[in-house]
Nanobody, 127 residues
């Protein structure tokens, strides 16, 4: 089991930036990938960005490609999501999540492949 705690959300104006942080702990040795998802009321949780744990390769949803960047710092047990040029439609609760080797993921990347989740952090972008 992996424990995840997000932080860094807030209220910003359109065009501004935010960096989300996810501190992880637990059985990381079994991790296949980690990712960021987001959710707005009444909608399903949506994949935003992911990173394969062994290679460090990254993968993004088309809606954030070129604006968001996922990265990690293994020394600090921290996963990041740098969000630039934010838009009002980026407003959501953002979650980090862990995908274990036992499930892996395919495309499209779906939440059911992720077995550990953080509590979420609210991002609000005003126009």
């Amino acid at each position: 089991q992996v424990h995840l705690v997000e932080s860094g959300g807030g209220v910003v104006q359109a065009g501004e930036s935010l960096r989300l942080t996810c501190i992880y702990s637990g059985r990381i040795i079994d991790t296949y990938a980690m990712g960021w998802f987001r959710q707005t009321p009444g909608k399903e949780r949506e994949f935003v960005a992911g990173i394969w744990w062994a290679s460090g390769d990254t993968y993004y949803a088309d809606s954030v490609k070129g604006r968001f960047s996922i990265s990690r710092d293994n020394a600090k047990n921290t996963l990041y999501l740098q969000m630039n040029t934010l838009k009002p439609e980026d407003t959501a609760v953002y979650y980090c999540a862990e995908c274990p080797r036992a499930t892996g993921w395919g495309t499209p990347v779906t939440p059911d492949k992720f077995t550990s989740w953080g509590q979420g952090t609210q991002v609000t972008v005003s126009s």
